[in-house]
């Protein structure tokens, strides 16, 4: 298990969590959820909102991801 990936995603998620009020929910999958993750693996998470619609949805990630 890679120390400190899991506390990682953590941290990022509780951040996220409050500089976005309309994250309603985050769901941690995959390999790391597992505590299977390798020195290869990423880290694989569902994030539900409410309150936007699809376009306002899609901007708030591409803003992330950019």
Do not use: H, P
Not at 10 to 33: H, M, N, R
Not at 35 to 64: M, P
């Amino acid at each position: 298990m890679i120390v400190g990936l899991r506390d990682l995603a953590a941290k990022c998620v509780s951040d996220a969590v409050q500089e976005f009020s309309f994250i309603a929910g985050v769901v941690l999958f995959g390999s790391v959820a597992r505590g299977e993750e390798s020195e290869r693996s990423d880290v694989d998470l569902l994030v539900l909102w409410e309150g936007l619609d699809k376009r306002e949805a899609l901007q708030v990630v591409y803003k992330a991801v950019s």
